[in-house]
């Protein structure tokens, strides 16, 4: 049967369409500052000031593919682009109390949440963080146009591995790069352009947990790799990291990792009662990242 989204009564709308439910927002917060002296501090009559507007930032759970994905696989591709669009506030009949409009918008950070095989029942929240160049109250008292889907929601204990040298089956835990994007033009004043620089985008690092089954074939394949003393660029993995439905059957995501190169390997504490058997974390810094929807 179909689902109702928007429970929460919270909706992310870019370029005029209903693109996600949102869990929590934060809108955006202003300031209004002194602005510097200038050359000729005689000639002001009154005080400058200077107007800046903070990020904005949403959890939200990726469900289906549209407009919202588009705008994050560009960010992701290092070719970010604008939108428009409103976070609207409805209460239980669907009735729009706060419309919280946004112009020229650029992502400025995506959060990824945590896959862990042995956490059932989690759901795979984004975390969202943008800066619009403008932010006004639009109107409100009209219905929110309620969007169903048939699609269920990915958990973060159903996934899959693939690209790993010594077998991707004992991943059980993968903590992905957070992304960010530096601004790099001005975002105060009434011109705001929070415009971020084409293919300046930032990964952190990847983490996967490799459980006790493989930890020793981990711990091996490092060895060999380290040997010389040096990592080259030519010994990146690339991997892929897949969504599986619940069945672990059907791919509801992938999200690919490109040149994947070891940075470090760390062995989980031995002893202290911990209730699972120690494994090993291998580190890599990552080249770069795409994501994709079934």
Do not use: Y
């Not at 996934?159 to 957070?178: C, E, H, Q, S, T």
């Not at 060999?224 to 995501?253: F, H, I, P, S, T």
């Amino acid at each position: 049967m179909a689902t109702t989204r928007f429970a929460s009564q919270l909706a992310l709308e870019l370029d005029g369409q209903v693109a996600a439910s949102l869990r929590r927002c934060q809108p955006a917060s202003l300031r209004v500052e002194p602005a510097p002296a200038g050359p000729e501090p005689e000639a002001v009559l009154r005080p400058g000031v200077r107007v800046t507007l903070g990020e904005m930032a949403a959890e939200l759970d990726l469900v289906e593919p549209g407009p919202l994905l588009d705008w994050l696989q560009a960010t992701l591709a290092g070719e970010p682009q604008a939108r428009s669009g409103a976070v609207v506030v409805a209460d239980h009949n669907l009735t729009v109390q706060r419309r919280i409009g946004f112009s020229g918008a650029w992502l400025s950070a995506l959060a990824w949440p945590v896959l862990d095989a042995a956490v059932p029942r989690n759901p795979f929240t984004l975390g969202l963080r943008w800066l619009a160049g403008q932010v006004d109250e639009g109107s409100a008292g009209d219905k929110l146009q309620a969007k169903t889907t048939r699609r269920k929601l990915m958990q973060t204990n159903n996934f899959r591995v693939l690209g790993m040298p010594f077998g991707g089956k004992a991943v059980g835990r993968v903590l992905l790069p957070a992304v960010s994007v530096p601004q790099v033009a001005d975002s105060t004043g009434s011109h705001r352009d929070p415009r971020p620089q084409p293919g300046l985008r930032r990964l952190d690092e990847l983490a996967l947990g490799i459980d006790a089954r493989e930890a020793a074939a981990a711990r091996k394949w490092v060895r060999q790799l380290v040997a010389d003393g040096q990592v080259d660029a030519g010994e990146g993995l690339d991997l892929q990291v897949e969504m599986l439905d619940a069945a672990l059957k059907k791919v509801m995501a992938s999200i690919r990792l490109d040149g994947c190169l070891l940075r470090g390997m760390d062995d989980d504490l031995l002893g202290g009662g911990s209730d699972r058997a120690p494994g090993v974390t291998l580190r890599f810094a990552v080249a770069g990242m795409a994501l994709k929807m079934a």
